[in-house]
């Protein structure tokens, strides 16, 4: 007899089944509501030659022993004796409706394992994990324990589509096509690192991508070292895998201990990868209710403008400018503390630098705030220098392993931030900052990996799961901090984008993508995180900067329209601005804080490309009232448009043909179907290499 049962998202269906056999579970269908109603896509005709029935199945979730082959998603022995698992099906629970708990048990070896699912209302996404158990008599050694692996039928092999990049240069969106074979990415950083995100879009080669297309995704929310990996095997089935990265190369799970392993999230779209985003976006907007409803506020930076030479006064001339022309917060960066003259000293000692505040710190920013600024500042908790106090305190509190040279990166150390006492000492610091001064904001960066990911003392094999203690207390202290002073908004930062992953993203308030806030260069990388992640969590600045890759130069207004694709902040150094450009910039300010609710929360359309002459972003309101379009020249900078003597036109998306749309700065008035069919004119030219248009439906 075979169990099946089927979970039901916003729009969509997946169904799961355990064969009579009971040895594993399989995906049934996955893909728009109905899609279960029929023999199942995925069922192979039963021959499988030279390999097992487990090998070539559409498996949910499958160990070494039964799936010798074919990839497994767990590989468990106890010390000194082979590898592998045989388990059967013990029992299935529906606790709630979009719930679903398959129990799988191996006595033998003496391990329990639960695959769970939970659908995410309101959302097309389902949440996987599973639940471990040591129910034997002694250790066992966890080689291998991915959250979930998903089955996708590409008779035309597969297309998949990633973020890759380095620093400043993060999130870069490319394609690979596989007919047969294998494809991985990953990082053993610690954190989702800069190279790629942990996020892997799926559709099926022979059909292009576009807003008809069936495409599928996954995204796992761990913020340590991960893999993501899709073969296609002979039979044209993609399987794609997700899990965590353990840095000892095996977990040690102690007898009658447990573990559960990070969420992957998979999510289906009929509609493309621009309808797979709008899925994400939807997602993260319902996963951090009610926070995510909060405006973020027109933030100015001081990085950029003063370095590690913060003075109280250039601060309060930047502040004052900053307030007249609208921002609403004051971020002040990296050297407000003692000793941090360069990046080579000061981390670990968290006290304000009198002699860069000599009225006191607090006097200091209740001055901000009387400009009608709140307040923020920039922090590194889980570094530090050198020649601190805190290392000259506490020595064992940093990565080390005993009898080798400790690696500098940027001038610091890493904290071994899973001790509890190395939590205890950074929260502490953290609640005595966030009370003593009325600060509403935290930029809370990371600017080197661990190395040397050794705990003097402990014993090996290790008892400790390093990178996982490492993640679970970053993330308890983001949480403590949440609950204490719910008031503050927390941007994380790793280097720039080195720590985007699903449950970062969940546990802060906004991300910050890349350190590279060059116009052209930041329009590429923020395409790419609008892919993964939602507008109100991505952090975009208006600065000087030229960019690393390309340099072309762009205007204010182009740099501007870039920072409103998501929470717009300011990093210039204002001071050195014309009257004209202050002037020009607060009327930005003005419109992005009146358009700010539909920037946000709106439905988002990705429209063609920065590698295109042209290119867009849609944002629709949700009650349809109106359509806001950033479109930028992002092409050749003569402003001649791709057919000589014609303006470009962006083909907008998801508009009501019959219905009519109004330029509120034009008074330029369209039908939906011209919109649809024809496009948004963009009469580019040298003096005008951007836009922002306001579509009123009438």
């Not at 972003?617 to 806001?628: C, F, M, N, R, T």
């Amino acid at each position: 007899m075979t169990n099946r049962w089927t979970l039901r998202t916003a729009t969509t269906s997946y169904t799961v089944e355990v064969p009579a056999h009971g040895s594993w579970a399989e995906l049934s269908s996955w893909g728009p509501i109905g899609v279960e109603d029929g023999p199942s896509p995925l069922a192979g005709h039963g021959r499988t030659p030279f390999r097992t029935a487990a090998d070539a199945a559409p498996a949910e979730y499958v160990p070494l022993g039964l799936r010798p082959f074919g990839g497994a998603d767990l590989d468990v022995r106890r010390p000194g004796t082979d590898r592998g698992s045989w388990w059967s099906f013990t029992g299935a629970e529906a606790v709630e409706p979009g719930e679903l708990r398959l129990r799988f048990a191996d006595d033998v070896l003496g391990i329990a394992a639960v695959l769970c699912y939970k659908t995410v209302p309101g959302t097309d996404v389902i949440r996987r994990w599973v639940e471990l158990a040591n129910s034997g008599d002694g250790d066992l050694l966890l080689g291998r324990l991915d959250s979930a692996a998903v089955n996708v039928p590409v008779p035309g092999g597969a297309r998949l589509t990633y973020l890759v990049g380095q620093w400043a240069r993060e999130f870069q969106l490319k394609h690979v096509e596989i007919e047969r074979g294998g494809f991985d990415i990953g990082s053993t950083q610690g954190v989702s690192g800069h190279d790629y995100a942990p996020w892997l879009a799926a559709q099926d080669a022979a059909t292009a991508d576009g807003p008809a297309t069936p495409t599928w995704g996954v995204s796992l929310a761990w913020s340590g070292s991960w893999h993501i990996d899709a073969q296609v095997d002979a039979g044209r089935l993609l399987r794609m895998r997700a899990g965590r990265e353990p840095h000892e190369g095996e977990v040690l799970l102690p007898a009658g201990g447990s573990l559960t392993t990070p969420e992957l999230l998979v999510a289906f779209s009929p509609e493309g990868l621009d309808g797979l985003a709008r899925v994400w976006h939807a997602f993260e907007r319902q996963q951090s209710r009610p926070r995510s409803l909060r405006p973020r506020p027109v933030l100015y930076n001081s990085w950029e403008a003063t370095g590690f030479h913060v003075e109280h006064e250039d601060q309060l001339e930047l502040a004052r400018i900053a307030a007249s022309i609208g921002a609403e917060l004051f971020v002040v960066d990296d050297g407000w503390f003692i000793g941090r003259a360069d990046d080579t000293a000061g981390l670990g000692d968290w006290e304000p630098d009198p002699a860069a505040f000599p009225d006191g710190f607090g006097a200091f920013v209740e001055q901000v705030r009387g400009l009608g600024l709140e307040f923020g500042l920039w922090v590194e908790p889980e570094s530090v220098s050198p020649g601190s106090r805190l290392l000259a305190a506490h020595p064992d509190w940093i990565y080390a392993i005993d009898g080798r040279p400790s690696t500098l990166i940027r001038g610091q150390l890493a904290l071994d931030l899973g001790r509890d006492e190395v939590r205890e000492h950074v929260l502490g610091w953290l609640d005595k900052l966030l009370r003593g001064y009325p600060i509403s904001y935290l930029k809370w960066d990371m600017n080197r990996p661990p190395t040397e990911r050794g705990r003097p003392g402990d014993p090996l094999p290790r008892a400790a799961d390093l990178d996982a203690a490492h993640v679970a207390n970053y993330h308890r202290i983001l949480s403590t901090l949440r609950a204490e002073h719910p008031h503050v908004l927390v941007e994380g930062c790793a280097g720039g984008g080195g720590r985007a992953d699903a449950a970062a993203v969940a546990a802060t308030d906004v991300v910050w993508p890349s350190d590279n806030t060059g116009p052209q260069d930041r329009l590429a990388i923020q395409y790419g995180f609008l892919h993964a992640h939602a507008p109100h969590v991505m952090s975009s600045w208006v600065t000087d900067s030229t960019g690393f890759f390309d340099t072309r130069p762009r205007s204010l207004r182009f740099r501007f329209v870039t920072a409103m694709a998501g929470a717009l902040g300011i990093g210039a150094d204002v001071r050195a601005w014309t009257p004209e450009q202050r002037a020009e910039a607060a009327e930005w300010i003005a419109r992005y804080k009146q358009w700010r609710e539909t920037l946000h929360h709106g439905v988002v359309h990705l429209i063609g490309s920065p590698a295109d002459d042209s290119c867009g972003v849609q944002y629709s309101a949700a009650d349809g009232s109106h359509e806001i379009v950033l479109a930028w020249n992002s092409g050749n900078l003569t402003g001649l448009p791709l057919l000589p003597g014609r303006p470009d036109r962006l083909r907008l998306r998801g508009l009501e043909p019959a219905a009519r749309y109004r330029d509120e700065a034009t008074g330029a008035e369209y039908s939906g179907a011209h919109l649809l069919h024809a496009g948004l004119p963009c009469a580019w030219s040298a003096d005008l290499d951007a836009d922002a248009v306001l579509l009123r439906r009438r």
